[in-house]
């Protein structure tokens, strides 16, 4: 591919430094100083508070004494301060070029607990960026200080484009794909998605554990985090993948009261009413509730799905240096089960290699919406702050982790017409292949997922001479506690396509008839221990030049596995594994362009298997080796953002199957993955009314030492190729219809092996194009918005390892009031 070629990526970069610098210098010898202080409601001094002049690069932060001073050029403008749920603050300013302008003192309704979880943008008026994270590198950095790759999608964002869900935001997320939307079942994090070729979920909330085991409602979400490439060495490796995480950032509460009542509507019967209220209950405290109830039915002639959210949270400030945050996050969900059409048979006994060779029934269910399985997630937070002096704190986090699930979840074979017959006698041979499918169910009964973590983070940020260190250093400790059970029930066969059958007799009352027999349940039932300290520094060894060193030591502690009446069934184990990870970023234009590069570490702690020999081995420790480069830009006074590069991950130790003498399994772990590819992502906003996300991803993954079946082919996890998004907005400028916009994007998907093999062939997924369009009109007290989603009624297919249908067109027509 020409895009990956290094003369290509070479000459971008040699673009990008000389029209940056052309842009920088015309400012070079213009500019003046602007200086001030800013403090709380309560007359405190703010530190470490983002400040910056509207539509502009140009800000800072502030010091211990709530100060600012920094340079841009000469002009009038207004600084800015916006933090999370409080109407943003700004003041005019006049910078004049060789003189410094003193800004009145400026305040902030805000207390020093809220103002830690600040989230400003001095480019406010690129409305889709986020400039500074926390729980990235667990330091708070600025985008072009930070050698990771990630991407940031904004709650500004999904309210302009009528979302309501984690899983159809990341549609704006470069290079991650949704494969399966969300089981339900305990232990899952939400949908599955493919990043960088791995299979990745949602298992994080604020840098630590918060598993949700239905489609996670994004009532309470202020952001989305996906964090790209092997991350062990910060979040460890229970929560990540290979390929990168997902990690949701929440609302927090704050100073003031505000209120903001939602309803939604649409197609498919969709109902959703939202609050978010927050009120302080004295000065040192504040209390915040999101809660949204969603009922929508489905494109398909069964099928429906009830959720709650319901998410309080509490802050408290004890005194200058201590505060609390205590926060809770509860889910209930009622839901019919979506089609997965599994391989029973196949492809080459099919003779099916693509969608189009088979029948199935787009609108078809397949089975009645009678059939609904309960989920729930309930899940508590602790945050303690504490502040030692100006150049050390510490975090302390507790984490509990709950999931419940109890139902059945039906599922579909496809079978060729002589296993139909095996499984039905006297089903007829009809012309062709895949003429039926196998009706199956994969219950859970009372399920339980119960997980514990406690994090101490204590981060530091001081000189050594003139060199900057900014340093965490951390322990964690994870817990996690499986009880789940499942068990399984086949109902006969049903034609693929046909106008007479009655899908809806496979119902509740089949299902029902099913009961649980703990001889015939498959448990996960476990428990394991994990150990982590860490530690992470970025030195700033000149203004332009920066390191970043970590390094982390896991002790993994596995108590073996049981059988429902609590017979050991495997031997307790343990592993250590170290994770390290390196960056280094070079500014050619400070605070505009970084070119960075890292060497970063993944890794997992694989089950015992059995050897050549017939004897249970604990294996080796699966690890993830990626080397990355690229360019990360916040260039022409912040109107155009983004980042370019390119990875390559090698992973090793992956374990391959055999078959021996006398039919006996084994394994052996000496396999090896490849996968390298390209990311660009851009977040433009070239005129004061448009706002433009792009984003293109390139992934090569192969198979470099496995099976004789599966050599050097593509994982049929790894996802598609070839991704594409793409979203405009315009608001109409300063005029009595300010608030008003329009806003229109899609995505692209190159086409997905879901099967890859010798032995069964492929099965292709088909490329698709799907757009989107909507309208809003947003103003201070209230705000109205219409979404048309999927706007040209593309049928569509994801899918792990499976063919899941995909949701036609649908009108969302949402309304809301504000008061603040």
């Known amino acids: 591919m020409n895009i990956l070629r290094p003369l290509h990526f070479k000459l971008f970069i040699i673009l990008t430094v000389l029209l940056a610098t052309l842009n920088n210098s015309a400012f070079a010898q213009t500019r003046g100083t602007v200086s001030g202080r800013v403090v709380t409601a309560s007359n405190l001094p703010a530190s470490s508070v983002s400040i910056g002049l509207l539509g502009t690069q140009y800000g800072t932060t502030t010091n211990d004494n709530g100060e600012f001073s920094f340079r841009a050029p000469a002009g009038s403008y207004k600084i800015i301060i916006s933090y999370i749920g409080v109407q943003t603050v700004e003041i005019p300013v006049t910078i004049t070029a060789g003189n410094n302008t003193v800004v009145p003192k400026i305040t902030v309704n805000a207390s020093l607990s809220q103002l830690s979880e600040v989230n400003v943008i001095a480019n406010r008026g690129n409305r889709f960026t986020r400039k500074v994270s926390v729980d990235v590198a667990k330091i708070p950095l600025n985008n072009l200080e930070n050698a990771q790759s990630y991407t940031v999608v904004t709650n500004e964002l999904l309210k302009e484009q009528n979302i309501f869900n984690v899983e159809d935001a990341l549609r704006n997320a470069p290079g991650i794909q949704k494969m399966w939307d969300a089981t339900g079942r305990a232990g899952d994090g939400g949908g599955y998605f493919t990043l960088r070729g791995f299979v990745t979920q949602t298992r994080l909330r604020n840098g630590v554990a918060g598993l949700v085991t239905s489609g996670i409602d994004a009532a309470n979400i202020e952001k989305i985090e996906v964090i790209k490439g092997p991350s062990a060495t910060l979040f460890g490796s229970t929560l990540t993948s290979f390929g990168g995480l997902v990690n949701r950032v929440t609302k927090k509460p704050y100073d003031v009261f505000g209120l903001e009542i939602g309803h939604t509507v649409g197609s498919y019967d969709l109902n959703r009413t939202s609050i978010d209220l927050n009120t302080p209950l004295s000065s040192a405290v504040s209390f915040r509730l999101n809660s949204a109830y969603n009922y929508e039915g489905s494109f398909q002639n069964y099928g429906n799905s009830r959720t709650l959210a319901v998410a309080p949270s509490l802050a408290i400030k004890a005194n200058d240096k201590l505060s609390f945050l205590l926060e809770s996050e509860m889910f209930f969900g009622k839901n019919a089960a979506k089609p997965f059409f599994f391989f029973y048979d196949s492809p080459n006994a099919l003779g099916a290699h693509k969608v189009s060779d088979l029948n199935i029934m787009y609108k078809n269910a397949y089975v009645n919406d009678d059939i609904q399985s309960f989920s729930r997630s309930m899940n508590y937070f602790g945050t303690m702050n504490y502040k030692f002096n100006d150049k050390f704190t510490s975090s302390t986090i507790f984490s509990s982790s709950n999931s419940y699930s109890n139902g059945p979840s039906p599922y579909f074979y496809l079978i060729t017409d002589a296993t139909a017959a095996t499984i039905a006698p006297g089903t007829p041979n009809l012309p062709g292949e895949a003429n039926y499918v196998y009706l199956n169910d994969q219950s859970t009964y009372r399920s339980k997922l119960n997980a514990i973590e406690i994090q101490e983070n204590i981060n530091g940020d001081f000189n050594i001479g003139t060199t900057r260190h900014r340093f965490v250093f951390g322990l964690d400790f994870q817990r996690q506690n499986s009880n789940q059970i499942f068990y399984g029930g086949s109902y006969g066969i049903a034609p693929i396509n046909s106008p007479n059958y009655d899908y809806g ?279 109205f918005g219409l979404a048309v989603n999927n706007l040209t009624n593309k049928e569509y297919y994801t899918g792990y390892t499976t063919i899941n249908p995909q949701r036609l067109r649908q009108f969302v027509l949402s309304a809301s009031y504000k008061i603040k």
Do not use: H
Request: aromatic share 14%; charged share 15%; net charge positive.
């Open 505 to 783: 007799s496979f119902n509740k009352r089949l299902t029902d008839a099913n009961v649980y027999d703990p001889a015939t349940a498959y448990p996960y039932i476990y428990k394991t221990n994990t150990y982590s300290a860490y530690a992470s520094d970025v030195v700033n060894i000149t203004d332009r030049l920066i390191a970043s060193a970590g390094l982390r030591v896991d002790r993994y502690e596995n108590k073996g596995n049981y059988s429902v009446t609590g017979t050991q069934t495997s031997a307790p184990y343990a592993q250590t594994a170290f994770s390290p990870k390196f960056g280094l970023i070079y500014q050619p234009i400070k605070e505009a362009l970084s070119l960075f590069a890292n060497y970063q570490n993944g890794f997992q702690n694989p089950a015992p298997f059995t050897n050549e020999n017939g004897q249970i081995t604990t294996p080796k420790i699966q690890n993830a080796n990626q080397i990355e480069g690229g360019v990360k830009m916040a260039l022409f006074n912040g109107k155009l953002n983004g980042t370019v590069s390119y990875y390559r991950i090698n992973l090793t130790n992956v374990l391959r199957s055999f078959t021996g003498p006398n039919s006996q399994f084994y394994q052996v772990q000496d396999g090896t993955q490849l996968s390298k590819g390209f990311e660009a992502e851009i977040i433009a906003n070239p005129i004061a009314s448009v706002n433009i996300i792009a984003g293109f991803a390139y992934n090569d993954s192969k198979l470099t030492k496995a099976d004789a079946d599966v050599q050097g082919l593509r994982p049929n996890t790894a996802g598609s190729p070839y991704m594409a998004n793409f979203y405009a907005s315009y608001r109409l400028p300063e005029t009595s219809l300010r608030g008003l916009g329009i806003g229109f994007g899609g995505n692209y998907v190159s086409a997905n092996k879901i099967i890859n093999s010798v032995s069964q062939g492929t099965f292709e997924l088909p490329k698709y194009t799907v757009l989107n369009a909507n309208l809003f009109y947003d103003r201070a007290q209230y705000r």
